[in-house]
């Protein structure tokens, strides 16, 4: 198995966000009937009327938020460099893109997409966003180690002095 360089993970904060924020606010409105319910001037009827649905929200939210964070953090899908190519991991399956295949990565910003362009193959694209990382740095970055690896194998040192910007010439 080649060297694994780095990698980089698909970007569920949109999906992440939308669902903490639901689940927050079923808690919140759940956990404010049943307090609501509970105060001392309201009578026994008012009192299972409010606190009845307002527990059942607060659980509502709270399943809603762990379980809907289970499902997004169990999708294990990610972009690895590796000393031989790049590595697309989905759900679907594997893709493997060889240094020597590949002619050029761009990003095309009208589709939000990372292309990468082979040799006597259709492109391959990506609409994947990544995390810590825009799409325009994420393809400059792959295409410089695209260019290293027409000069020879990469290595993992050789990889975080580029990410770092720091000068790579390679030892003689």
Same mark, same amino acid.
């Given at each position: 198995?080649?060297?694994? %360089? ?13 669902? =903490?924020?639901?689940?927050? &606010?079923? *808690? ?5 009937? !049943? ?6 001037? /309201?009578?026994?009827?008012? %009192?299972?009327? =409010? ?5 059942? =929200?607060? *659980? *509502? ?18 972009? &690895?460099?590796?000393?031989?190519? !790049? =590595?697309?991991?989905?759900?679907? @399956? ?32 990506? @609409? ?12 400059? /970055? ?31």
């Amino acid at each position: 198995m080649p060297e694994l %360089l780095e990698w980089f993970r698909v970007d569920r904060s949109r999906g992440t966000g939308r669902l =903490l924020v639901f689940g927050a &606010a079923l *808690v919140f409105v759940g956990a404010s009937l !049943v307090a609501w319910g509970v105060l001392p001037h /309201h009578g026994a009827d008012e %009192l299972r009327y =409010l606190t009845l649905p307002g527990a059942g =929200l607060l *659980v *509502v939210g709270l399943i809603v938020a762990i379980g809907g964070m289970t499902v997004l953090l169990a999708h294990d899908e990610y972009l &690895a460099v590796r000393a031989d190519g !790049v =590595l697309v991991h989905r759900a679907s @399956g594997d893709v493997s893109l060889d240094w020597k295949d590949l002619v050029t990565i761009t990003y095309d910003a009208t589709e939000e997409a990372l292309i990468f362009e082979s040799r006597g193959a259709p492109a391959y694209v990506l @609409g994947e966003r990544y995390s810590g990382v825009t799409g325009v740095a994420l393809a400059e /970055h792959l295409d410089e180690l695209r260019r290293k690896a027409a000069l020879g194998p990469l290595d993992s040192a050789q990889v975080a002095r580029i990410a770092l910007g720091l000068p790579h010439k390679r030892p003689t």
